[in-house]
């Protein structure tokens, strides 16, 4: 039962938790009981062996049993009396010597919940955002999907800026000295395909193929730059090509037929679906937006205390994605320096957002989380199961991917409560 409940901040609490006696003996003698029913001693028949010798060879087994089962028991029997919500698991402040037939006291502190006085979120102002679409827009959008379709085709006339062609080369030296001395080598090289005008060599290079039909022989010396990525950088060699192919990107007609492609009946039909799901991907953008400028007022309007315990999980996830993507050179201190102010606002709306589900009963069900994994699945081409397998890797379980959805919906929430501030018209 909960003794005394001390403030130790806002944030963290101190509870001194006692057991009484009575109840962990009576435990105690359930567990050696059902021990003695299950032993095997030599010399007794099985269940039979006496009490006392049950008790002096399991006995401190049985108590360590019971100790393990009882004490999370009064310790959430006192969080209910202490009517505290807490996020992080207790930590006993001093070790305690369990002796029978004595109560138990210990004391643990825990991160908990904050609580937010007058919390206040339906009818917050955020600005209307007009979600707009130009032809432009969707001309591009079917340019991307003509590009997607095209095919190189072989090409009769002469190799194009663009062009895949296909060529042997030998080659004599580099045309530099290395040390006083000329350093010559030879190399050559079969059915090499490259794109003219993109890859790892120099612009000389290609435009000596430019112009140049298949069977043509020609020679080219080119310099590579130093800090080019290519075997050559540095040198001049003189190149020895022999163009054997040439082949140019065909890029589908934007007409009815391009549209049939896609599932659509005419050309017209697939730009009102371009424009309808641009339309969309816009109006998503625009309430991520306003949710965010909720947040921001809610933060503004509402003094929030961030735990220690989230305020440090917060960051060393931040901190675990910079170290895994090896770019960041800077030291863990430097970054956490960085990331602290970013990582408090983050856990303060975490909590805001809590609060404010509880308080209108927003729950996340089964259903919810299966269309969330559904949905990543789809958008990165991978299998649902491989979603699952990601998230228990990183979390231990699918809880992070739970409060997302929850958050989602909490914010959805209140966007529906906003009051959305359209923008005056000049002469209206």
Known sequence: MLKTLEDVSATKKRLKIEIPAETIEAEIKKGLVDVQKKSKLPGFRPGKAPMPMIEKKFGKNVEADVLEKIIPEFYMKAVKEADIKPVSGPVVEESFDFERNTNL????????????????????????????????????VLSNLAEEKATYEAADDAAQTGDLVTID????????????????????????????????????????????????????????????QSPFAGKKPKFRIKLKDIKR?????????????????????????????I?????????????????????????????????????????????????????????????????????????????????????????????EIVGIAQRFYITPENVIKYYVAKDGSLEGLRSTVFERKVLNFLLGKAKIEKESKQGE
């Open 105 to 140: 006291s210990m004391t643990v502190t825990v991160d908990v919940m904050p609580k937010v006085e007058n919390l206040q979120y339906e009818g917050i102002a955020v600005k209307e955002i007009p979600v707009e679409v130009a032809d432009e827009e969707v001309d591009s």
């Open 169 to 228: 080369y030998t080659i004599e030296g580099d045309g530099t000295a290395r040390s006083g001395e000329g350093a010559h080598w030879d190399s050559a090289a079969k059915d090499v395909v490259l794109k003219v005008g993109s890859g790892p060599y120099p612009k000389e290079f290609f435009d000596s193929l430019i112009g140049r039909k298949k069977e043509d022989e020609f020679e080219v010396e080119a310099a590579f730059p130093e800090d080019l």
């Open 249 to 277: 990107r065909n890029v589908v007609a934007l007409d009815d037929e391009f549209a049939k492609d896609l599932g659509h009946e005419t050309l017209a039909r697939l730009r009102d679906k371009v424009k309808e799901n």
């Open 279 to 371: 339309i969309k991907v816009k109006g998503r953008e625009a309430d991520r937006a306003k949710q965010k400028e909720i947040l921001d007022r809610l933060l503004e309007s509402h003094a929030v205390d961030a735990p220690e315990s989230m305020l440090d999980a917060e960051i060393k996830g931040v901190l675990s994605e910079i170290r895994g993507s090896g770019k960041d050179t800077r030291t863990d201190e430097e970054i956490i320096s960085e990331l602290r102010p970013h990582a408090e606002k983050s856990v303060k709306a975490s909590i805001l957002l809590q609060l404010i589900g509880e308080k209108e009963g927003i729950t996340v069900q089964e259903v919810d989380v299966k269309e």
